[in-house]
């Protein structure tokens, strides 16, 4: 199973200068619980702009190059991996293009706010293809920067 995860804002911003544009420990949380003990796949900017290996996940970065510290892997292996195990896709906005039209579910957190000068996009979300499942509000806590909404799409069979 392939399962996108991502937080954008109202216009599907989801980076600037390599970062993401808020601070949102709630979003933070939330991707740790849905992602904790899965194998995460991300673009190799994606992996530069982690702090280092989130514990207990497997990262696999997709890059032309062999990288040291991570193991790497293809397009075509992460759709035969997805054959027989979910596999969270992490970013950035070019792999998340890459991967949409594959994807079973995605994780959407709305961040309630729009960003200046963003410069990294979620890809547009076709709704004939998915719908949305589950959708809650979240209100801001003192170490979030924005109200929330966590959505959980799926792929219309």
């Known amino acids: 199973m392939l399962t996108m ?7 599907n911003a989801i980076g600037k200068n390599g970062d993401l544009p808020w601070r949102q420990s709630t979003d933070l949380q939330h991707f740790k619980q849905i992602t904790i003990g899965g194998t995460i796949v991300m673009g190799r900017k994606t992996w ?3 702090p280092g290996v989130l514990p207990n996940r497997r990262h696999l970065v997709m890059s032309r190059n062999n990288l040291d510290a991570v193991e790497t892997i ?18 950035g906005g070019e792999i998340y293009s890459l991967f949409l039209p ?15 000068n963003a410069d990294t996009y979620a890809p ?6 998915f719908i949305v499942k589950n959708s809650k509000f979240v ?5 979030d920067d924005h ?4 959505e959980l799409l799926v792929r219309i069979d």
Do not use: P
């Not at 995860?5 to 216009?11: K, N, Q, S, V």
């Not at 209100?139 to 170490?143: T, Y």
């Not at 109200?147 to 966590?150: H, N």
């Open 102 to 116: 594959h994807a079973d579910k995605i994780h959407r957190t709305i961040i309630h706010c729009k960003v200046n």
């Open 147 to 150: 109200d929330m909404t966590f």
């Open 48 to 50: 530069d702009s982690l």
């Open 124 to 129: 547009m979300i076709d709704y004939e293809e």
């Open 5 to 11: 995860i991502f937080a954008c804002d109202l216009d």
């Open 139 to 143: 209100e801001k806590s003192a170490r």
């Open 74 to 91: 293809t397009f075509d292996g992460v759709l035969k991996l997805s054959e027989t195990d979910e596999i969270f896709i992490i970013g």
